[in-house]
């Protein structure tokens, strides 16, 4: 009986082997029809246990705008996704060489959104000042703070100011955005402890009532860390955060993490850069100390939050996470999912309509819980 | 060079051939390496077009309750999920099988619940009325509606009633479950003329802004129809709405039924019954009239809504598109999506932890916007 059933996929092993170099170029044409796969699926997933999906080519949805469509279909990342530097040395090579084409691409964009930027330090870090050309009346007593993404190994200086404009732009907030440290050279807790360095000085230049802390991916990480350091140190908490699609956890956790593999288009694999990142930032830390992976924390007593993510995010499984745990706590929380959208890829292009809705609904939901 | 690249393809090529009836019984075994995969995803995905995936087994997640775990792991559902009747008599005994197996199930779970169930007709449509053992003093003079799911075809008498005992039980409500018509005998627009004909007459039985109408599925999208429909015809509009995962667009759009096809074990993917399903239902009419696809209607006024899905639902773009539409519409809506959740999982079984999330949620949301 057994043999008998797979003998009967042996023609369509066959025919898949044939075709595999084409399908690599374009699985639709070779695609099998859908009452062989039907069979076949039905025969891989008859009994309990993990999910045996084929391998297909997945068109680009006409549900998001033309920008957004263009982002979608964009090749993977290389080498950002894959990098796999093999010594410090290696390591600054590329985040150098990374942060210089992202901080070219900053100044453009500021000028577009008519965003200026100043650098400065705070509590002995360095930071940028980020201003919309006018802040508006409810804005002029509120201050924001950002932590950029990255992997805590990604942009340096002023190629993670990207989020920092974009909030300022649409938002029309002031924002300071932490140039914390990062490894190779500083591992964990640098980058925590600059993050706290310069809240416990920004609270002292606007009441922290009107104040709202956000970052995306390791910056919405840091973000729910920041919170729970700042709990456990006594020190005032913001009106509201945001962590836009965080990692909220180093370890591969999270059912997206398989469902979206080779998906979305930016992470693309935890086992790229991602698990080679965590190790360098994490420097023999254990990986779910809740100051690495705040999902492991107590979310008790958080201001109102609100996440973001999209439904081809490898992250998109530590948002809903963090979500229901944020809810499970009895925290006010948010959850807004844009379609087609791999990781962070509403911090890609600030004219990508769904950009602009991202960071004008996050504003909004400041607007709702920040004093003036 | 193209035939140098092409090439490389053919030694994984044939080893996967080999090993693709193992592949079926358990893909992990065979997977090849991540540096094989790096290299065949980077050159299938080194140009602008669609997304390709190859075949993967994607474990049970670690994330999910145990009990939700079990419901991730279990098979594909046949004959539901891709049932495909030749005419009328086919479809009545698939119906009438399935219907009677669901109602015999839903005894059991009253029971255990303690909810009671009486049947009734309002607006001479067949209802059941489901009442938890005690309702709190705040919900005494609340209502709400329930229309349940099931493609339009499944789910006819006390199969339909599972969603109504939950929100009964967990919410404490007294809940208006209708028996709506369905194909192949009754198809569109019988079902939305007995929805909206219960609905005529409920709103005098209970002051609507004490009332909410809910549904999963089939069940979400004519709560959407309902409200576009009661619009035009200037009913009362209930207090909220709660459209879980619904099917919002008959038609085969969003992002997820392609991402999400073979992975939701529930669905698993419209060229299964779903197809047939839309099309029994219209009974030629455009399938994008917004009284069979709401998301296609003027989500402006629209009373505050609470959506639900799961990262595996094949639905959940259809309800990140709806949400967005009723916030572009200005409209307050709240977004939850569970962990490994496939399509309306949440609805299976009681006693699974992340069902009574689910409910608990909605009923907060409830009692937030219905007055008393």
Redesign the interface.
């Given at each position: 009986m057994k043999i008998i059933r797979?003998?009967a996929?042996?023609p369509?092993?066959?025919a898949?082997?044939?075709a595999?170099?084409?399908?690599?170029?374009d699985?639709?044409a070779q695609a099998p029809d859908?009452a062989t796969?039907?069979a076949?699926?039905?025969?891989?997933?008859?009994?309990?246990?993990?999910?045996?999906?084929?391998?297909?080519?997945?068109?680009?949805?006409?549900?998001?705008s033309p920008e957004l469509r263009?982002m979608?279909?964009?090749?993977?990342r290389?080498p950002n996704w894959?990098a796999n530097p093999k010594n410090a040395a290696e390591w600054k090579q590329l985040i150098d060489r990374l942060a210089a084409a992202g901080a070219a691409a900053q100044q453009g964009v500021r000028e577009k959104l008519g965003v200026s930027m100043e650098t400065s330090a705070i509590g002995g870090v360095k930071v940028f000042i980020l201003s919309p050309k006018q802040i508006p009346p409810a804005n002029r007593n509120r201050l924001l703070v950002n932590v950029h993404g990255g992997g805590y190994v990604y942009n340096p200086g002023e190629a993670g100011t990207g989020e920092a404009a974009l909030m300022a732009a649409y938002g029309g907030f002031k924002v300071i955005s932490i140039d914390y440290r990062m490894p190779p050279d500083f591992p964990y807790p640098a980058a925590m402890d600059d993050a706290m360095a310069v809240w416990q000085e920004a609270v002292k230049l606007q009441d922290p009532r009107n104040m709202a802390i956000f970052g995306t991916s390791t910056g919405g990480g840091m973000t729910l860390a920041m919170i729970l350091r700042a709990k456990k140190e006594g020190l005032p908490l913001p009106a509201a955060i945001a962590p836009g699609t965080p990692w909220s956890d180093l370890t591969e956790?999270?059912?997206?993490y398989?469902?979206?593999?080779?998906?979305d288009?930016v992470l693309?694999?935890y086992?790229?850069y991602l698990r080679h990142a965590a190790e360098l930032y994490a420097n023999g830390h254990n990986l779910k100390d809740p100051q690495l992976s705040p999902i492991y924390g107590d979310f008790t007593g958080f201001p109102p939050a609100i996440l973001t993510s999209g439904?081809?995010d490898l992250f998109?499984?530590l948002t809903?996470?963090t979500?229901?745990k944020l809810?499970?706590a009895g925290v006010e929380a948010?959850?807004?999912?844009?379609?087609?959208m791999s990781h962070a890829q509403y911090n890609f292009d600030p004219f990508v309509p769904e950009t602009k809705?991202v960071f004008t609904?996050i504003a909004s939901f400041f607007d709702r819980h920040l004093g003036k």
């Open positions: 797979l003998l996929f042996v369509f092993a066959l898949a082997a044939l595999l170099p084409t399908v690599v170029r699985v639709s859908f796969l039907e076949t699926q039905n025969a891989a997933n008859g009994k309990p246990g993990p999910r045996v999906v084929p391998g297909r080519s997945i068109p680009v949805p006409n549900t998001a263009a979608i279909a964009a090749p993977y290389i894959d956790t999270g059912d997206t398989k469902t979206n593999e080779w998906v288009n693309v694999s086992d790229g439904t081809r998109l499984s809903v996470l979500h229901r809810r499970r948010e959850l807004q999912v844009f379609e087609g809705e609904e």
